[in-house]
Each structure stands twice: as C-alpha cells, then as structure tokens.
C-alpha cells in the first residue's frame, strides 16, 4: 500500500504576516529582510516576486529590480506566534507532523479515512478562517513527489501527483526542483549539456555515482519517483544560533566582540524557555571577500547561561587572525539536550 504524504508551505509567510497585521499593505511588493544596504531579504510578497526579488538576494539588488517595494525589517516573534497556530490545525488533522521549518511541514494520512484532498482542502480553509493566511500544499506518496507537488502552482495551491503520472511529469522540470541536487551539481550537469530531468534520467546509473558520490542512488531513484524517507514525528533540534551582517567591515575584535554579547543574550532566552542546553559553540566569520569561515570548541560540560556562551564564543574569536576585514558574525550552540535528561544521569 503506498503511503498518502502531504507536504504543506505557507505562501510568502513574512510578507503575509505583515500584510494581514497592516492591511494597507495589501497587493504591495512587502520585502522583508535586513533594510540596510548590506542586508539580505528573508523573502517577500508574491508582487514583489514579479520584479525578480527573491529570498537570500542582497538588499540593494533587491532595492533597484523593486525601487517602489516597501522594505520591512523582520519580527520573528511574531511569525513564530502565527507559526504556531499553523501547526496547532495540523496536528488537529494528524499526529504524525514533521516540521522542516517555521512555514512548511510533512503529514503522513495514510491511514486517514477521508480522501486526501478534502483533507487538504479543510487544512487551507482553516488556516484562511481562523489566520487570514493562505497555505500550498502536495499530495502524493512520497515526500520528494509532495513537497514538488506543493510548489506546483503556488500561491494557494493544491496538486496531487500519483504513481501512474511519474515519471512523465517530472521530466520537463529544471534540475533545480529535485531536491538533493545543489547550485554546484546543477552547474555541473549543465556543463555537459544536462538541463532538465529527462536528460538526467536518461543518463546510467553508474554516471550519478560518479557525479554526487553516495547520494547517487538517491537522485536516481527520486527522478523515477521513489524516496523512501519517512515523515519523521520529532526532530530533535541540533543547534540555536543568531548571526547578522555588519552595518560595515571590520577587523576590531572589540566591535565584533559587542555582537557575541548580543546573540550569548538571545540563545540563553531560547534555551531557558525550552529547558535545553548544549556542548559545542560554533562561531561563524563570513569575510569581505564572502568567505564563510567557522570555528568550533566543545566543552567539558553543558551551558545555557548567556556567560557561559559568551566566554566559550569569545575564546574562539581571541585566537584568530583576521587577515581580513568581517562581514557577516555568528554564533550558535550545538550538541542540545534536555535539561532533565541531564538531571537524570546525575541520579
């Protein structure tokens, strides 16, 4: 019997949750992200979408395809407030919800009794009732076929892809709709004149080894319509952090060091308000030049205090040379636990 997986994706869910806040911004290019010039946009209403903005791009790009857009800075306590009711409906249809982010999830409705797309449907009418918000989603009976059927034809969409319409479906899209394949990948196959799945699909199965190494076999089954990942009921968080990019470069570890201030006070609020603590502080250095630098220390105990996190972030950055000018600052705690679980092996 093949399994029934929704995969479901909040349409623009920043930009909307600013629009249904301030109506007045409704059918407006609404962008949200860092408003500086040096910020980066999170992601933006379907309007703005229209002039080429699109998520990660650098705000002053996104400033001159979209001059008249309106330029909001992000209140993620708020769209975790509205993420929530989200996720309350959908766990109200089934247990069995896998969170992949703050706007998108997978539902196994295997063994629900109704059809899947009255389910699907009664999910996007209670999201629009009770939030104002409107929700894509996929059907199908994998996760790979769900989440492609969910970006079908947002927004507000609604797209069933069954065993007999793979893998003539899949065929005409880009490279860059399956999942698992990355930019570099993409560019890769394009260098040898592959440019959407059929010419993928036609290759040998001894050539997709050759090029993405043990994820081979899995590209080649996803592109005959078959993943076996199943929708997973909790995902134990693996890390918090904060980073932001600087208003202007420096190499003065004393102004970096203000920001490592900061976020210590942001992962000590998340831990304490979800009972965890962790082992292994990471900081992030991303340079002028755009290179992604990341040092790690693992402690000999567990911290949540924001001192704790502070000094072990702090130590790490006192030992580097900076041979070059900072843009982009980060710190984060990995290794997470519980703090029961931590109470309970000292008894």
Not at 199 to 206: A, G, I, S
Not at 217 to 224: A, K, L, S
Request: proline residues 3%; hydrophobic residues 35%.
């Amino acid at each position: 019997m093949d399994k029934v997986i929704l995969h479901v994706d909040m349409d623009a869910f920043f930009a909307a949750v600013e629009v249904i806040d301030d109506p007045t911004l409704k059918g407006k290019a609404v962008i949200v992200g860092g408003t500086s010039e040096r910020g980066v946009v999170a992601t933006c209403s379907y309007e703005a979408r229209k002039f080429g903005v699109k998520s990660a791009m650098p705000t002053y790009i996104a400033k001159e395809k979209c001059p008249h857009g309106i330029f909001i800075h992000p209140r993620h306590y708020r769209y975790e407030e509205i993420s929530n009711e989200v996720f309350k409906i959908l766990y109200s249809i089934t247990d069995k919800v896998e969170p992949v982010s703050i706007d998108e999830a997978y539902l196994d409705i295997t063994y629900l009794k109704e059809r899947p797309e009255v389910i699907a449907s009664r999910i996007k009418y209670m999201v629009r009732k009770k939030l104002g918000l409107t929700i894509s989603i996929g059907i199908s009976y994998n996760k790979f076929l769900a989440k492609l059927a969910s970006d079908w034809n947002k927004p507000n969409g609604l797209k069933i892809i069954t065993r007999d319409m793979v893998p003539k479906i899949l065929f005409p899209l880009p490279l860059k709709k399956v999942h698992g394949l990355g930019e570099k990948s993409v560019k890769k196959l394009n260098n040898i004149g592959i440019f959407n799945v059929e010419q993928l699909y036609n290759l040998p199965r001894e050539l997709f080894y050759d090029y993405f190494g043990k994820f081979g076999g899995e590209i080649y089954n996803r592109i005959r319509g078959e993943d076996s990942r199943e929708v997973t009921v909790y995902r134990e968080r693996k890390s918090v952090g904060r980073e932001t990019t600087l208003k202007r470069n420096t190499q003065e570890k004393e102004d970096l060091k203000i920001y490592i201030e900061d976020f210590a006070q942001d992962i000590e609020e998340y831990l304490l308000e979800n009972n965890l603590s962790g082992k292994t502080v990471i900081l992030k250095l991303k340079t002028a030049s755009f290179q992604n630098h990341t040092k790690s220390k693992t402690l000999n105990k567990y911290i949540y205090s924001k001192r704790d996190i502070f000094e072990a972030a702090w130590r790490i950055l006192e030992v580097l040379e900076l041979k070059e000018e900072v843009r982009l600052i980060g710190v984060s705690l990995t290794s997470l636990k519980t703090n029961e679980e931590e109470q309970l092996t000292l008894f």
